[in-house]
């Protein structure tokens, strides 16, 4: 019996056979190219092929996963069309080279651009680089996918997997995907979780032929590939499997039920988004509103910052979807680890404890004004509440009710109708904790980002690997300043939630409500085990 560790996509089980997957090989190699002419319409040529594959995946996404991950190829084909990728490669095939060499280099070269980056959902998004640069490679040598070849479900073990190769893959013959690389935000992991599969990346395994056939578990619950199980081991964990199987069509017939306790209690279940694409997502699995819109994502990825226009026309959508359901946005939470070149952000020695958040907002108020302008204007189509993020001080707070009154002033005068908006911030600094019984009488409601709350209390940075195992989160110390935040909060009427992962965590949830807690904000994916575990408290 072998057993390896990885990171869980889907806490679920899966058993079956491996199947070990490897990419086509073939020679890919420098080249000198004499019709430069020739070769530039050959890329081209490749591109729009390419085109045309994403939009057939964008269909068949739609079909079998929904349109939140859909819009992952219409993404791809946006990177397809990045200026800078495509003048890249075609500045090399100018200098001779064959277009398939150029695409590699290039496409490697951005992607490691991505990998190197702090933020992990960035950093994610190396893959996709390599996706599609795979994608105009394969076109241009002439190479198609293999197929599963295998008569009944298996356990896909693989490298690494891309979006495209996994939504291409036939959903009938695969179990779960064991991947060697890959992240739990990648969107190869999102797929596997739309898909309703209990996966593991960043797997400690070798791509070994002889793995090939033999049985193996996939235990997404302790984050284990199990290989050649021992027959008490095999049986105890296709028990879990049955109750697991059971349990998420049970958690099916709570879609429409309340999130009350047997005594009565209330506690609102929202969700975490990062655009509209993510929304159907929240309603399929219910949520009773969006606790977090992270808002910084429409600002990542370009050259310039989003316009009034553009970030009204994306608020707007969002809140028309969730159709009078409250969207708690967030204003621009971008430096630390999210950058944006076109700020002028330099490098930071701490970029945790730097420029970022609100001092950004308030000291370039110009972009400031511009978000709050598209977030009231948007008001008028739905109940949206604005959140101000890294608060530390009362005086921060007064600093931007002036520009928000200012703000509604001006759309009042140019006749632009409004919806009430409430306004809250959000504690994820141990100051912000201590202090928010006077920081209560300025705003309407608390969100508690426990991930920065976490790092900050505990002086640990969250993305260090080397202290994960001292890096507490149910530390007292972080209870301690949740309960001060929700009793100071309540004394003041002000309800108070929780938006980071904490809240996610069952084995809290009985505690929060506890101390009185108004609201969970979470992953779509939490919404039904977070509304049963509530229900039975």
Same mark, same amino acid.
């Given at each position: ?29 420098? @080249? ?9 319409? $050959? ?7 390419? +085109? ?35 003048? %890249? ?65 298996? /356990? ?74 021992? %027959? ?28 009350? @306790? ?17 929304? %159907?997502?929240? #309603? ?9 819109? $992270? ?13 009034? %226009? ?18 708690? /946005? ?10 944006? !070149? ?6 930071? +020695?701490?970029?945790? #404890? ?9 000291? *370039? ?71 928010? !019984? ?26 260090? *690997? ?6 507490? @989160? ?39 409500? !506890? ?23």
């Amino acid at each position: 019996m072998i057993k390896c560790t990885g990171k869980s996509v889907l806490k679920g089980i899966a058993i079956g056979k491996l199947y070990v997957y490897r990419k086509k090989e073939f020679s890919l190699v420098k @080249t000198r190219v004499e019709d430069v002419q020739a070769e530039l319409k $050959r890329f081209d040529q490749a591109v729009e092929e390419a +085109e045309k594959q994403l939009e057939t995946l964008y269909q068949e996404a739609l079909t079998s996963v929904g349109e939140s991950e859909a819009k992952i190829f219409e993404v791809h084909g946006m990177m397809l069309e990045d200026e800078g990728y495509l003048e %890249d490669i075609k500045n090399m095939i100018k200098e001779n080279c064959n277009a398939e060499y150029a695409v590699k280099e290039v496409g490697d070269n951005y992607s490691q651009m991505f990998a190197a980056m702090d933020n992990e959902y960035m950093r994610a998004r190396s893959v996709d680089i390599l996706d599609i640069s795979s994608k105009v490679i394969n076109i241009l040598a002439g190479v198609g996918q293999d197929a599963i070849k295998s008569d009944e479900p298996v /356990i896909l073990l693989a490298d690494d997997l891309t979006p495209s190769e996994t939504i291409q893959m036939d959903k009938n013959k695969v179990l779960a995907f064991v991947t060697i690389h890959g992240s739990a935000n990648s969107h190869t992991a999102i797929l596997a979780r739309s898909l309703n599969l209990p996966s593991l990346v960043s797997t400690d395994i070798a791509l070994l032929d002889e793995y090939n056939g033999q049985t193996a578990i996939v235990d997404g619950f302790n984050e284990e590939l199990i290989i050649n199980p021992m %027959d008490d081991v095999l049986s105890a964990l296709s028990a879990k499997r049955d109750e697991w199987i059971s349990e998420t069509e049970s958690l099916r017939k709570l879609i429409g039920k309340e999130n009350v @306790t047997t005594d009565g209690r209330r506690v609102n279940v929202y969700c975490n988004i990062g655009g509209v694409e993510d929304v %159907d997502r929240v #309603l399929e699995a219910d949520g009773g509103g969006i606790g977090l819109f $992270r808002s910084e994502f429409l600002y990542l990825g370009r050259d310039s910052a989003p316009t009034e %226009d553009e970030q009204f026309e994306s608020y707007k959508a969002v809140l028309e979807k969730m159709n009078g359901k409250k969207v708690i /946005i967030r204003t621009l939470d971008i430096g630390a680890d999210k950058k944006a !070149d076109y700020l002028g952000l330099d490098p930071e +020695e701490n970029p945790a #404890l730097g420029y970022r958040a609100i001092r950004i907002c308030l000291n *370039q108020p110009d972009i400031f004004r511009t978000q709050l302008r598209a977030i009231y204007r948007a008001s008028a189509y739905g109940t949206a509440s604005i959140m101000f993020p890294m608060i530390i001080s009362v005086d921060e707070i007064k600093k931007i009710k002036e520009i928000v009154a200012d703000v509604k002033k001006e759309l009042a005068d140019e006749n632009i109708p409004m919806g009430e908006v409430e306004l809250g911030i959000m504690i994820e600094t141990p100051a912000a904790a201590i202090i928010s !019984d006077e920081l209560a009488k300025e705003v309407e409601f608390f969100s508690i980002g426990t991930n920065d709350l976490t790092q900050y209390t505990l002086a640990i940075d969250r993305q260090n *690997q080397k202290l994960e195992n001292i890096c507490d @989160t149910h530390h007292s110390a972080i209870l301690r300043l949740i309960r001060m935040t929700v009793e100071n909060g309540h004394k003041e009427n002000a309800w108070v939630g929780i938006c980071g992962e904490l809240a996610s965590d069952t084995s809290l949830t009985k505690t929060f409500v !506890d101390m009185g807690v108004d609201e969970l904000s979470v992953s779509p994916t939490y919404v039904l085990g977070l509304r049963k575990t509530i229900r039975e408290i």
